[in-house]
C-alpha cells in the first residue's frame, strides 16, 4: 500500500469561499478516497474515483483525477463553518485493500 | 454499510497500566483493523485482526504491547499494555467494505 501526501498542510478560508487540497502519489492505483475527519474523530468516507475517472462530483464536493500526474484534487465549493476538518486521500493500488492515509489537510472555514 | 460502535471514548490513565479498546460492528466482516494517531499526524495501521487466527502486527508494533482480540465476526479488542506517555494518542478500529468505515476513536492519555 502506498500513502498519499497531502498538501496543503493546512488551509484557511472563509465561510462562501471555494476549498481546494491536493493529493500527490507514487505508484499506478486502482482508484483513490477521500475522507473528512472531525476533531479527532473517526474518519468518514467522501467519495472514491477509479483509475479511470477524471473528475466526479458528490453535492458540493468535486474530485479529479490526474493518474499522469499521479495526482488527484478535492474541491469544496461554497464552503461552510462545518467544513472544518482535516481531509485525508488514501490511493489504492492495485492487490492492496487497506487505505493508508497522509498527514491530510487542516482546513478551517471562518464564519 | 458498518456501524461502528468503539469505546471507551476517551481515558485518562495511568503509566504503567493498560487499558483495552473495544470495536462493535452491526455486521459480519472477515477483517478489522486498529489504527494509531499520534497527535497531529496520519493514520498508522497497528495490526490486521482476522476472526480464528493471530493479529498481523504492521513493522514497529509487536503483541505483548498491543495484544488484540478477535473472538467473532463483529467484534473485536485492542489492548494498550505497560502504557507510557508516548502512547498518548487517538486509536481507531476499522472495516472494510468498498470503503473504509471507522469508529469514533478512542482518545487516550497517559499521564
Known amino acids: 500500500s502506498q500513502q498519499g501526501e497531502e498538501d496543503p498542510q493546512a488551509l484557511s478560508i472563509q465561510e462562501g469561499e471555494n476549498a481546494t487540497m491536493n493529493c500527490s502519489y507514487k505508484?499506478?492505483?486502482?482508484?483513490l478516497q477521500w475522507y473528512r475527519q472531525n476533531s479527532g474523530r473517526g474518519l468518514v468516507h467522501l467519495i472514491l474515483i477509479r483509475s479511470n475517472e477524471r473528475e466526479k462530483h458528490s453535492g458540493r464536493l468535486r474530485v479529479t483525477l490526474d493518474t499522469s500526474k499521479k495526482s488527484s484534487s478535492l474541491l469544496i465549493t461554497a464552503s461552510r463553518a462545518a467544513d472544518t476538518a482535516s481531509y485525508f486521500c488514501a490511493p489504492l493500488p492495485g492487490g492492496s485493500y487497506i487505505p493508508t492515509f497522509g498527514r491530510g489537510t487542516s482546513l478551517i472555514v471562518h464564519p | 454499510s458498518a456501524v461502528i460502535s468503539q469505546k471507551p471514548s476517551r481515558d485518562i490513565c495511568q503509566r504503567g497500566t493498560s487499558l483495552t479498546i473495544q470495536c462493535q460492528v452491526d455486521?459480519?466482516?472477515?477483517?478489522m483493523f486498529w489504527y494509531r494517531q499520534q497527535p497531529g499526524q496520519s493514520l498508522t495501521l497497528i495490526a490486521t485482526a482476522n476472526q480464528g487466527s493471530e493479529a498481523t502486527y504492521e513493522s514497529g508494533f509487536v503483541i505483548d504491547k498491543f495484544p488484540i482480540s478477535r473472538p467473532n465476526l463483529t467484534f473485536s479488542t485492542l489492548t494498550v499494555s505497560n502504557m507510557s506517555p508516548e502512547d498518548s494518542s487517538i486509536y481507531l478500529c476499522?472495516?472494510?467494505?468498498?470503503?473504509?468505515?471507522f469508529g469514533q476513536g478512542t482518545r487516550l492519555t497517559v499521564v
Open positions: 505508484t499506478s492505483i486502482n482508484n
Open positions: 455486521s459480519q466482516v472477515t477483517m
Open positions: 476499522s472495516v472494510l467494505d468498498t470503503e473504509a468505515f
